[in-house]
């Protein structure tokens, strides 16, 4: 049987507060309302049969209009029956095509006294409630293993997620400075995250210090090395998309080089833990141990952390681009030409230079948690 470890009251106070924090930004208004119809409704619908009959297939691609019979699970017509079209457009990426059995996000359009349907459009496979199983199982896995810990790191998991939907990028949007704002963010979640899983003791202190000054150094870097690899931030996935949606004021290229050291946070946020909690466990098992023995301590820890640590980002970030870089081997690509290409480069730059914050936070954390573990003996 799992035995939970009785929390702290410190700790305690800081999940309330974080609770607390967390309602308080999950209702703040961003100043961007969904885009919705009062005489429309988003319902969960099960294909009952589909007519592909106007589906033009060419190769690989599907094209036309796919009709679908369908019957709403939810809302105020659940039970009924009705027909749906499901437009294809030759983008796979975009498309979906849906066989009897399938669930669907539906919307459907009423009469002005919403008594009746006039239309329903199929917007795409029902994955919430398998997203919601997902979560569920995470939670219980993260918990059965971790207890108290894994609740709180459930927390501020929760709490990073509600700051970056209601704070970031609303704030993006309104053209806030890209990078001072995501630095506050991140410096914000790093405290939350931290203090809340250390606690708001010395260990918690190594750990925060440790962590800002490798996204400090990650910040410096990828405003250095991104005006020098001349670089424009429309190459990310949809970035253009936004100028042409009325947002023509946005830096593109600032939102990219803040979403790299946005992105290394968190390996960032692991190694200093690891190497502040080493420390704190060397230090407790021997009180006596002088700075510079406990510094080597670190160092000897982090040698091993980064080591993995770095390949790990190297493998998250090309396994995004892998079918760009599967085209360029099928067509021969000579690979000067694929090194300098904007997409490639925009990918080594995120690498190179998040590995460059994982690198230092190991001496960094190192040298800080010798000081303060060791400053009241030297006292």
Not at 139 to 154: E, P, Y
Not at 238 to 256: D, K, M, P, V
Not at 298 to 307: I, L, P, T
Request: aromatic fraction near 10%; charged fraction near 15%; charge should be positive.
């Amino acid at each position: 049987m799992l035995k939970f470890k009785l929390p702290q009251k410190s700790d305690l106070a800081l999940v309330a507060l974080l609770l607390i924090l967390s309602t308080i930004i999950l209702y703040l208004p961003t100043g961007f309302s969904e885009n919705g119809s009062k005489n429309s409704e988003r319902v969960k619908a099960l294909v009952l049969e589909t007519d592909n009959s106007m589906v033009v297939a060419t190769g690989i691609i599907k094209t036309g209009s796919q009709t679908l019979q369908i019957r709403i699970l939810n809302g105020k017509f659940k039970g009924k029956e009705l027909t749906a079209f499901n437009q294809l457009i030759g983008r796979m990426e975009f498309d979906k095509y849906f066989v009897a059995g399938d669930k669907t996000l539906t919307v459907l359009n009423f009469n002005q006294d919403k008594s009746k349907i006039i239309s329903a459009n199929v917007i795409d496979h029902y994955r919430i409630n398998l997203e919601a199983f997902l979560l569920g199982l995470f939670v219980l896995f993260l918990i059965s293993f971790a207890g108290w810990t894994g609740v709180k790191a459930m927390l501020s998991f929760l709490f990073a997620g509600i700051t970056i939907w209601k704070l970031l990028l609303p704030g993006l949007l309104k053209g806030y400075a890209p990078i001072p704002l995501s630095l506050a963010i991140v410096a914000l979640l790093t405290s939350v995250i931290i203090f809340l899983v250390a606690g708001t003791n010395r260990k918690g202190l190594v750990a925060f210090f440790g962590a800002m000054s490798g996204i400090a150094i990650t910040c410096f870097m990828a405003i250095l090395f991104g005006n020098l690899f001349n670089i424009h931030g429309a190459i990310k996935p949809f970035s253009e998309t936004l100028l042409y949606s009325g947002y023509s004021y946005l830096n593109l290229t600032e939102i990219f080089l803040a979403g790299i050291f946005i992105s290394s946070s968190g390996a960032v946020m692991d190694i200093s833990m690891d190497i502040a909690a080493s420390q704190a466990e060397v230090y407790q098992q021997n009180k006596g141990i002088t700075a510079k023995e406990l510094r080597h301590s670190g160092f000897s820890v982090g040698k091993a952390v980064v080591g993995t640590m770095t390949t790990t980002l190297l493998l998250a970030y090309s396994g995004g681009f892998s079918a760009l870089l599967m085209v360029f081997i099928a067509q021969g690509t000579p690979m000067v030409n694929i090194l300098n290409l904007n997409y490639v480069s925009g990918e080594i730059l995120h690498t190179l230079v998040g590995s460059f914050g994982l690198v230092l936070v190991a001496p960094f954390t190192a040298i800080i948690g010798a000081w303060v573990f060791t400053r009241k003996k030297r006292i």
